[in-house]
């Protein structure tokens, strides 16, 4: 059974900081893409920062470049995302994705999500 689970998130006041974990089980954790997306109201899913299997390669959404990394342990089958100088604009809930492409086929993971809120 495939599982992604986030934690990590809660309140933190502007200019704070906080790591989000997301343990995967389920399936060969090493072989997959990993990436953190985050939804806040109103608004569409969108790809905060992603990293390649062996965690030779990430990117970064423009508003996340400079205060946040992704790193992995494939390890302990983790991904993290260290996010730094929180703005109030950071609020969301943050899901982790797993994703790996095999031929036309693509499998394509989603976590539950952890709430981040930056607020005073």
């Known amino acids: 059974q495939v599982q992604l689970v986030e934690s990590g998130g809660g309140l933190v006041q502007p200019g704070g900081s906080l790591r989000l974990s997301c343990a995967a089980s389920?399936?060969?954790?090493?072989?997959?893409?990993m990436s953190w997306y985050r939804q806040s109201p109103g608004k569409e899913r969108e790809l905060v920062a992603a990293?390649?299997?062996?965690?030779?390669?990430?990117n970064y959404a423009d508003s996340m470049k400079g205060r946040s990394t992704i790193f992995r342990d494939n390890a302990k089958n983790t991904v993290y995302l260290q996010m730094n100088s929180l703005k109030p604009e950071d609020t969301a809930v943050y899901y982790c994705?797993?994703?790996?492409?095999?031929?036309?086929?693509?499998?394509?993971?989603w976590g539950q999500g952890t709430q981040v809120t930056v607020s005073s």
């Open positions: 389920g399936f060969t954790f090493s072989r997959y893409a």
């Open positions: 994705n797993a994703r790996r492409w095999s031929g036309l086929y693509t499998y394509n993971y």
């Open positions: 990293i390649t299997t062996a965690g030779g390669s990430t």
